[in-house]
């Protein structure tokens, strides 16, 4: 499978603008013959929103016509695209509206799934949705296993661990990270990829939205660790990786047949980590 990781700027509040650089970006990655693209957190909407009234100006509900727009363009192609945005979930009778910091894995055939942000940093629109409410769990891409995450997300071990057991071949992080987190860029993605054993896409955004400047620095991490992709710094690109979703599945790994042997997922010792959900 070829994997593309999206690295771009976001054009604030600019839905025209930024659907059709998804657009774009999908027609170029589908001449590489990628298979899964990852874009950036709030790639439709833009993310440095001063508060929750112009947030829900700016949110999209799941039946907007723009995702049939995207899903038209993978409609024939044998391509899937996690694409981040800022959701509403109208009012009813017996709930008033909501607003999330979302992502959807989209594919020839429609929606395939949705993910919800979990860990809110009081940061741009964190400050204002909900926090999520959909439980992880992975998604079929034409056979390989795909965990979704958005930015906070990746600073925890715990969700990556549980997408992890739940059998994810690859986790797709769209991210927002500016320049003061540009160590997170640089080292929560190989060690994700590692403690894990699976494959780690982080898509970043450049450019500066209200005072925040972005710092790219995206990649593709493989099960080891090794980074098979990575952009130098804050240009716009598409990163691609060739991968095999099999080796992610293979957790046992022998550096020397019979003497050096470690199975990260085997080896666990669940019994002793209880205090993680307690405290």
């Known amino acids: 499978m070829l994997l593309a ?6 054009h604030f509040g600019d839905l025209p603008h930024n659907l059709n650089s998804v657009l774009t970006t999908l027609q170029s990655a589908h001449e590489k ?13 833009g993310y ?15 039946d907007d016509p723009v995702f049939s727009q995207i899903c038209s363009v993978l409609a024939g192609k044998n391509m899937f ?46 400050r204002f949705v909900d926090r999520g409410d959909i439980p992880y769990r992975v998604l ?12 906070y997300d990746s600073s925890f071990p715990e969700p990556m661990r549980v997408l ?4 994810a071949d690859i986790i797709a992080l769209g991210t927002n990270w500016p320049i003061a987190a540009r160590r997170t860029a640089e080292i929560v993605p190989p060690a994700r990829s ?26 593709i991490c493989g099960p080891d660790g090794v980074e098979l992709a990575r952009a130098v710094g804050d240009e716009e690109t598409i ?36 205090s993680i959900t307690t405290h």
Request: aromatic share 8%; charged share 20%; hydrophobic share 40%.
């Open 48 to 62: 440095a929103m001063d508060s929750r009234e112009e947030a829900l100006t700016h949110a999209l509900t799941l």
């Open 164 to 167: 992890a057991l739940c059998g």
């Open 5 to 10: 990781c999206v690295q771009t700027d976001i």
């Open 140 to 151: 079929d891409a034409n056979g390989a296993r795909v965990g979704l995450a958005i930015c």
């Open 81 to 126: 695209a996690s694409v981040g945005f800022l959701e509403l979930e109208p009012a009813t009778q017996s709930q008033a509206a909501r607003l999330f910091n979302s992502a959807v894995l989209l594919g020839p055939q429609g929606i395939v799934g949705l993910y919800r942000k979990v860990h809110l940093p009081h940061l741009g629109v964190d």
């Open 239 to 274: 990163l691609y990786a060739d991968v095999d979703v099999q080796h992610a599945r293979n957790k046992r790994i022998e550096r020397t047949p019979g003497a050096h042997v470690i199975d990260r997922f085997a080896d666990r010792c669940p019994d002793f980590y209880r």
């Open 194 to 219: 590692m403690e894990n054993h699976l494959y780690f896409v982080a898509a970043n955004r450049i450019g500066t939205e209200r005072g925040f400047r972005f710092c790219g620095c995206s990649s």
């Open 33 to 45: 013959h990628a298979e899964l693209v990852v874009f950036p957190e709030c790639m439709l909407t």
